[in-house]
């Protein structure tokens, strides 16, 4: 059964950079045509698709975020990791890792990891 | 890039139907048929319940279905269960530049 953990900082200082990191196991990284993505839920809000990438490096993200976002993929470690600039109070969300498996279809979750902008 | 519209709560009593609705646009779901639904429960993840507009995944219950039109795809639950009291959101491929976009979710109130 493949399983997704996130790991990383719950608190970033407006400015900095929030980071975070997908641990998968159960299943390779490199093993078929997914997508690996990050999503946020700011409180009490809904959905918001950050961006993925591909176990070649392939990247791709939200127009709106693209500035940035940074996604990146250690096959060694079978993990993923997203990083996010300049944050603001805007960016406090929970954010999810998850496979898509195509089409919209994200299949598996991490559990989500709450991230919180403040001074 | 906006979000696909879905209104923010629907109510049914046990053993009614209720009928969730998700507009886009002719660059998303009316283009594709490429919608997925999404259970959530407070403080869980999400969870896929419809996929490619009508497809069930494997452990889904049949009172889950889905259909489109144009450019709104809907969720119908038949049978409300207590249960189902959920969060619902819907998401849609919206190609190769704007990739996905999420609904902004419709909380559903089983009374």
């Known amino acids: 059964q493949l399983q997704l953990q996130e790991s990383g900082s719950g608190l970033v200082k407006p400015s900095q950079t929030l980071s975070l990191t997908c641990a998968v196991s159960?299943?390779?990284?490199?093993?078929?045509?997914?997508?690996w993505n990050w999503i946020r839920q700011p409180p009490g809000k809904g959905l918001q698709w950050i961006g993925y990438?591909?176990?070649?490096?392939?990247?791709h993200y939200n127009p709106s975020l693209k500035s940035r976002v940074t996604i990146s993929v250690d096959r060694s470690k079978n993990q993923f990791s997203l990083k996010l600039s300049s944050v603001t109070a805007a960016d406090t969300a929970v954010y999810y890792c998850?496979?898509?498996?195509?089409?919209?279809?994200?299949?598996?979750w991490g559990q989500g990891t709450l991230v919180t902008v403040s001074s | 890039q906006s979000a696909l519209t879905q209104p923010a709560s629907v109510s049914g009593s046990p053993g009614q139907s209720i009928t969730i609705s998700c507009t886009g646009t002719?660059?998303?779901?009316?283009?594709?048929?490429?919608v997925t639904w999404y259970q959530q429960h407070p403080g869980k993840a999400p969870k896929v319940i419809i996929y490619?507009?009508?497809k069930r995944p494997s452990g889904v219950s049949n009172r889950f279905s889905g259909s489109k039109s144009g450019n709104t795809a809907s969720l119908t639950i038949s049978g409300l269960q207590a249960e189902d009291e959920a969060d619902y959101y819907c998401?849609?491929?919206?190609?190769?530049?704007?990739?996905?976009?999420f609904g902004g979710g419709t909380k559903l109130t089983v009374l």
């Open positions: 998850a496979r898509e498996i195509g089409g919209s279809k994200f299949d598996y």
């Open positions: 159960g299943g390779s990284i490199s093993g078929g045509g997914y997508s």
């Open positions: 990438i591909f176990h070649s490096g392939n990247t």
């Open positions: 002719s660059s998303d779901v009316g283009s594709y048929n490429l």
């Open positions: 490619e507009v009508t």
């Open positions: 998401c849609s491929y919206a190609g190769s530049y704007t990739s996905v976009l």
